[in-house]
T-cell receptor, first 110, second 113 residues
Framework: DVKVTQSSRYLVKRTGEKVFLECVQD?????MFWYRQDPGLGLRLIYF???????EKGDIPEGYSVSREKKERFSLILESASTNQTSMYLC?????????FGDGTRLSIL | QKEVEQDPGPLSVPEGAIVSLNCTYS??????FMWYRQYSRKGPELLMY????GNKEDGRFTAQVDKSSKYISLFIRDSQPSDSATYLC?????????????FGTGTLLAVQP
């Protein structure tokens, strides 16, 4: 059974902190994605990676960076968290077929 | 213009009704088409996945793709209250320069008992 695991379901951080969100997949997928989901705005792509150490900006990369040192792990980094980054963050992976999601991390920046 | 357009709803139907959810898209290079169901406070769950034009059936769910019209649909027969969720369409072009997974904004469905 496919599995995408996000490290935290709920996270509360303070403005200005550096925040790490981790995602691990066990399907040997080449592609991994980070989205944020906000009411009325749908899923917006932040960054994606199609191979180890490769990354591409999505539609809203500002204020974020990513790291993919191993095929199974894709990290999203908020360099200096701000309140407008409070959101639901979703990780997905795919390889020549449908994408599979983790359960999401609900991040609150105070 | 967005690459994928989806009516956000909300859509409210009585139990037992046939539900039709639709998306249109502009990029003719999209090859793979997916429907996801998302319950409140959960990640999207893959429901249906199709590659070519035509219909694909799985229980009460039927996915339909019309590449000539750039239009995809999801039909739910004998809808149940447990089908109440947000439904997202998604598509991907694996032959393109990048393998981006593009989503519609989602349709909120409520099935009334």
């Amino acid at each position: 059974d496919v599995k995408v695991t996000q490290s935290s379901r709920y996270l509360v951080k303070r403005t200005g902190e550096k925040v790490f969100l981790e995602c691990v997949q066990d399907m040997d997928h080449e592609n991994m994605f980070w989205y944020r989901q906000d009411p009325g705005l749908g899923l917006r792509l932040i960054y994606f990676s199609y191979d180890v150490k490769m990354k591409e900006k999505g539609d809203i990369p500002e204020g974020y960076s990513v790291s993919r040192e191993k095929k199974e792990r894709f990290s999203l980094i908020l360099e200096s968290a701000s309140t407008n980054q409070t959101s639901m963050y979703l990780c997905a992976s795919s390889s020549g077929g449908a994408g599979h999601f983790g359960d999401g991390t609900r991040l609150s920046i105070l | 213009q967005k690459e994928v357009e989806q009516d956000p709803g909300p859509l409210s139907v009585p139990e037992g009704a046939i539900v039709s959810l639709n998306c249109t898209y502009s990029n003719s290079a999209f090859q793979y088409f997916m429907w996801y169901r998302q319950y409140s406070r959960k990640g999207p769950e893959l429901l249906m996945y199709t590659y070519s034009s035509g219909n694909k059936e799985d229980g009460r769910f039927t996915a339909q793709v019309d590449k000539s019209s750039k239009y995809i649909s999801l039909f739910i027969r004998d809808s149940q209250p447990s089908d109440s969720a947000t439904y997202l369409c998604a598509m991907i072009d694996y032959g393109g320069a990048t393998n981006k997974l593009i989503f519609g904004t989602g349709t909120l469905l409520a099935v009334q008992p």
